[in-house]
C-alpha cells in the first residue's frame, strides 16, 4: 500500500531511484531497500520522502489509514 504509493509517485514524476537518491541526499541503495520493502520508514522519513517526490505526506498517510483494518493491533 504505502511502498506502492511512493513508487507510483516517483514513476509518475519520471525520475530514476537515483534521481530520488539525489533528492534526499542519499544512495540510492536506501531508496531501492524502501522500495521493497526491506527498509521501513518512520512518520518523519515520510514527510520528507513526500516532499522529495513533490506530493503531500497527509495522501499517503490517507492510503496508510484506508488500507488498515479496524481493529488492527500493533
Known amino acids: 500500500m ?3 504509493a511512493l513508487v ?3 514513476k509518475a514524476l519520471g525520475i530514476s ?3 530520488l537518491a539525489r533528492r534526499l ?3 540510492q541503495s536506501i531508496v531501492a531497500r524502501i522500495e521493497t520493502g526491506l527498509r521501513r ?7 520528507i ?3 522529495a517526490l513533490e506530493a503531500d505526506a497527509v495522501e499517503f498517510l490517507e492510503i496508510v489509514e ?5 481493529g488492527a493491533s500493533i
Open 25 to 27: 541526499r542519499c544512495h
Open 2 to 4: 504505502l511502498i506502492d
Open 49 to 51: 520522502l513526500a516532499r
Open 8 to 10: 507510483t509517485a516517483r
Open 17 to 19: 531511484q537515483t534521481d
Open 66 to 70: 484506508r488500507a488498515t483494518p479496524d
Open 41 to 47: 520508514i518512520d512518520v518523519s522519513e515520510l514527510v
